[in-house]
């Protein structure tokens, strides 16, 4: 039965143009809702570094832990803040604290919207390791700027990272349609790749009802282009899946339409949703900024809390939307009109 409470949201809008099409998400799911969201917003930006020296307080993961979910925006202005200061700062410390291990992407063209490839009908559902593997962040620099100096990232791979985020991957895929590909290099990488693949075999016989499929990343990347209909999910390590649910939005139209789930699956804590275009600071004043991929992360984040009818109807409006040419070109719409119309077809 659906909770009849509002859900409490934190809104971190962020960066460029994550402030107008959060604006957006949060009217959608408003309307879908009928009002039950209880918002707050919070400036957490490259601005908020430039005035205080920090992404956001040193008490705001404990601030965000109380609500039920996070709905955020865009985070980055290279030209400000470099990204390795404006990721480290936020982004990434709210996934690592709050155990969103598992970042979900679904990769589909939606009606009336036109992908490079000649194959229309796919639905891939990524699932990209969130907290460790080559993003642990260990490693360092010696001997900087003479002729010896010495760079090293070494990527971390727990039995407890690695087991969770390929069962998760199994569940998701027993709930669709029995086939996981699992994205490795354990020909080239013969540690940490084939410690993957030897847990991923571990849990296949433990999901004799799973189809189990491993692939070397270069391999299912053209795989994605060739033949992605042959695709359902795909979990793959933190760098492995961050390239190739890049590759996902690409074939799926571009990152207007890339929707994202950072999820804690146990629900221990919140979990964030996002559209993963960036803060795009070119458009930013624009008003041209596509708010679809953020429209449809909120739609995650309302099936997530357990709105799934009020999901299905933010996604069949936005596909009515689509369906009629409406934010399927780059730049063609602006972003309230894009707003109104999913507004006007939840009607």
Known sequence: MTETRPHRIALIPGDGIGVPVTEAAVAVAEKALGGRLETVRFPWSCDHYLETGAMMPADGIETLRGFDAILLGAVGWPAKVPDAVSLHGLLLPIRKEFAQYA????????PGVEGPLRKAEFGILCIRENTEGEYSGAGGRVHRGTPGEVAVETAIFTRLGVERILRFGFEQA?????RLASVTKSNAQRHSMVF???????????YPDVAVTPYHVDAICARMVMAPETLDVVVASNLFGDILTDLGAAIQGGLGFAASANINPGREAPSMFEPVHGSAPDIAD????NPIAAIWSAAMMLEHLGEAEAAARVMAAVGAVTARGIGTVPGQDRTDAITAAVLAALD
């Open 103 to 110: 970042n979900m992407r679904p990769h589909r063209l939606l």
């Open 174 to 178: 027993r709930r669709r349609s029995g």
């Open 196 to 206: 993957w693949d030897e847990v991923t075999r571990e849990l296949a016989a433990e």
């Open 286 to 289: 624009l008003g041209i900024a």
